[in-house]
């Protein structure tokens, strides 16, 4: 039987109207309309063998992008390797069917061969890495000569926007998702007739990202500026950033002309300082044309001054203070998934790590519903960011590997998710008529009308606030929703006088109502998970569910004030999330905000309204009049509002109070308890015996259907299966949207915000 990889596809549209005594009927189309966009799925953090990865860029391009089974069709692509160096060279592909006339498969060589072996040593650039170096190339030659072509090519080849980025080594920190988009790939490519034989020169280029990689990224050691050797052959950067000290600076090296502060007391420091120049270059240089969104950001433990590894909340203030429109949010939603240690978080998770020597937690101990403790938590790091007013998004990635113990065209995975396969960032982009380029793509990202879900839990939002007037009533609700089901059913969002979506602010003034409308669809179908038997964790509280067939249980929304932005220097600027066990008990529960400093906090951030199908206010049934399918709609006013505020959502398909998953209000419990590196600490069974439970390889596609028991890899407790790796991240799935802000007149400003 063919697997069928069209997942029960969820739309939810949630429309937040806030009242405003200059508006007395239903929301109108504005004057100045919005360019016409879609919100489109991508992922922008993975991995070929040219860092530490285990495939091709071909094979993760088409796995990624292809829509066929087997592969997740992404709209969008970003490939993001490791900056610093590697010795293989992704661009040659695993066998015959991923070559292409312009890179045709060569037999004995594939993507784990040497550079030294395929281009030979003495055309490896830099200072230490070719002809009696270590043989690695650094990052910089590998985007500007390797892999940009390719990417180039593949996606002209496509008809699709793949580019590329890097997951950077963050100077002072751990790592970060970015990219430097100028002169890649080019509207001259619209046109480009490409090559039927080997070779290809591309139009565009990656030089702007080879740079910032030379530049700032910490794992770049080299000296040459770019260049064959120290001499003025090549690239010859200079990484100065105008108005700093740049040369005056004590961390200046005068031959590598940039910024090499040095290891010992104080690293994470200048480390930091150093990182704060990357992004004043990257305004400076290319305001419009990058992006910087700290990843998998609790993973490495708090900041270090000592080290490089953790961010804190400062950080991320510093950051955002320092580029705005660069350093717009965070990827606190890991991936690593299927990992024994869901995000490859833990307990005392830095030791061997970091090169740290005081063994500490990753922030948080663990993710929580495979999101970390910043992102999870009502009240925590990121409400404290929106409750100051700042720009600053939720977003996700695959940060695709491999698949642990099994190969990488295996449906299953005691490591990673391919992107697109479980994790998704969906971004409204405004294209028009064009088509999608990288450019429309980040300014998406930029503007946080952007929404992030696990597992296909859902598979479209649509978010809005519109102003609307006390007294109107149900006219009032009932227009606005209609605009609501609209936007839900065509993939879009609205263009209405005075309305916002995720991202925006709406001007209104005191006393204002907010009516906020959802709408979802759940029709019939499958995810991309192989299994087919009923999710352990819900089966704990007698619901007999498959694994690939996940319905939302409901949907949170949530509420915080904003009280302006914080001083640097002030009390309340920096503060560290409480370490190891002042979090994270030893029981697997948590110590709550009571022990989080108070810049780390937004205590007024709360959940204020659950929907669902059994609430006191139930959704209601009805059809698409788009394609049929069926619909569930709710409503639910907020009153006299009089201060500035953002309201955002997030749902699952976990009920409250289910074991070791959820609390009684419904907040991700810990994943420690299905974390496999500590089975004393796993709690769930898994029983389902299946006559399907392979033990040979379960390649894409899926001839021999669904696996409909247990699998033979889960942990085994006391003689019983327990639910771990990628299990435990089927059997949990959730979804976060970014924040609408309401700015009250006479309160505080939303100075983030245009």
């Known amino acids: 039987m063919e697997f069928k990889f069209s997942k029960s596809q969820v739309t939810l549209a949630v429309i937040a109207v806030i009242g405003a005594a200059t508006l007395a009927s239903a929301p109108t189309l504005a004057t100045a309309a919005k360019v016409s966009g879609k919100y489109v799925a991508g992922d922008f953090h993975n991995h070929t063998t040219c860092s530490d990865g285990s495939i091709s860029m071909q094979k993760l391009i088409k796995k990624s992008t292809e829509k066929s089974a087997g592969n997740f069709g992404l709209d969008w692509f970003v490939q993001a390797g ?60 590998s985007l500007q000569e390797f892999q940009y072509p390719v990417v180039e090519y593949l996606g002209a080849q496509k008809n699709q926007p793949v580019f590329l980025g890097l997951e950077s080594v963050v100077a002072g920190h751990e790592h970060t998702s970015m990219s430097i988009i100028t002169g890649q790939v080019p509207a001259s490519l619209d046109n480009a007739i490409l090559p039927t034989t080997p070779g290809y020169t591309p139009q565009g280029n990656a030089n702007a990202l080879a740079q910032w990689s030379y530049c700032f990224d910490r794992g770049d050691t080299d000296t040459s500026r770019g260049n064959t050797t120290n001499s003025v052959v090549g690239n010859n950067w200079n990484c100065s950033v105008t108005g700093s000290l740049n040369a005056a600076d004590v961390s200046w090296n005068a031959t590598a002309q940039k910024l090499m502060p040095a290891s010992g007391a104080g690293t994470g420091t200048r480390g930091h300082n150093k990182t704060l120049e990357a992004l004043k270059w990257m305004a400076e240089k290319h305001a419009n044309g990058s992006y910087y969104v700290p990843a998998h950001l609790e993973r490495a433990g708090p900041f270090n001054p000592d080290g490089n590894n953790g961010f804190n909340v400062e950080h991320l203030r510093n950051f955002n203070n320092t580029a705005p429109n660069v350093a717009f949010g965070f990827e606190t939603q890991p991936g690593h998934g299927a990992s024994s240690d869901r995000g490859e978080y833990r307990p005392l998770r830095n030791g061997g790590f970091t090169g740290s020597t005081t063994n500490v937690d990753s922030v948080g101990g663990t993710t929580y519903g495979g999101t970390g403790v910043y992102g999870a938590v009502i009240g925590g790091v990121w409400d404290a960011l929106l409750g100051e007013g700042r720009n600053f998004w939720f977003f996700a990635s695959s940060d695709w590997h491999n698949r642990g113990t099994f190969g990488p065209d295996d449906r299953r995975s005691t490591q990673d998710f391919l992107p697109g396969e479980y994790q998704r960032n969906y971004t409204m982009v405004r294209n028009g008529a064009d088509k999608l380029r990288p450019q429309t793509i980040v300014d998406g990202l930029r503007t946080g009308n952007n929404w992030a879900a696990s597992g296909q839990i859902i598979d479209r939002l649509a978010f809005i606030a519109c102003a609307s007037y006390p007294g109107l009533g149900a006219r009032s609700n009932a227009s606005v929703e209609s605009l609501a089901v609209n936007a839900a059913t065509t993939n879009t ?21 907010i009516v906020v409308s959802v709408v979802v669809r759940d029709p019939v179908g499958t995810n991309n998970s192989p299994y087919s038997f009923p999710n352990p964790s819900l089966a704990q509280i007698g619901v007999n569910q498959p694994m690939n067939a996940p319905v939302l249980d409901h949907i949170d929304l949530i509420r915080g004030m904003v009280s302006g932005y914080k001083t640097p220097g002030s009390a309340d600027y920096a503060g560290e999330w409480p370490r190891n066990l002042n979090w994270l008990k030893a029981d697997g529960t948590t110590a709550g905000l009571a022990v989080v400093p108070a810049a780390a906090k937004n205590t007024t951030a709360s959940l204020i309204k659950t929907f669902s199908g059994s609430t006191t206010t139930p959704w209601t049934a009805f059809a698409s009049s788009v394609d049929g399918s069926q619909f569930r709609k709710m409503t639910y006013r907020i009153p006299a509002v009089s201060a500035s505020q953002y309201v955002r959502l997030r749902g699952t398909n976990l009920p409250a109070a289910v074991p070791y998953e959820t609390d009684a209000n419904g907040n991700p419990l810990a994943d420690i308890y299905t974390n496999a590196s500590n089975t004393a600490m796993l709690k769930i069974p898994c ?68």
């Not at 969002?493 to 109502?513: F, N, Q």
């Not at 439970?693 to 669904?706: L, R």
Request: hydrophobic fraction near 40%.
């Open 82 to 141: 490791h900056g610093g160096n590697g010795n293989r060279n992704c661009t040659l592909v695993e066998d015959a069917t991923l070559e292409t006339p312009a890179y045709p498969f060569v037999s004995g060589s594939g993507p784990t061969t040497t550079w030294a072996n395929s281009i030979g040593a003495a055309n490896i650039k830099g200072v230490g890495g070719g002809v009696g170096g270590t043989g690695n190339m650094w990052r910089w030659q």
């Open 493 to 513: 969002d609205i263009t209405a006088s005075g309305c916002a979506t995720m991202g925006e602010k709406l001007v209104v003034r005191p006393g204002a109502e």
């Open 687 to 754: 029983t389902t015996p299946g006559t399907n439970v392979p033990t040979n390889a379960v390649s894409w596609p899926a001839s021999a259907g669904a696996i409909n028991g247990c699998p033979a890899h889960l942990p085994v407790v006391g003689g019983t299966k327990m639910v771990a790796y990628d299990v435990a991240a089927w059997a949990d799935l959730w979804f976060y949207s970014n924040p609408i802000y309401v700015e009250v007149g006479g309160s505080t400003l939303v100075a983030g915000v245009k």
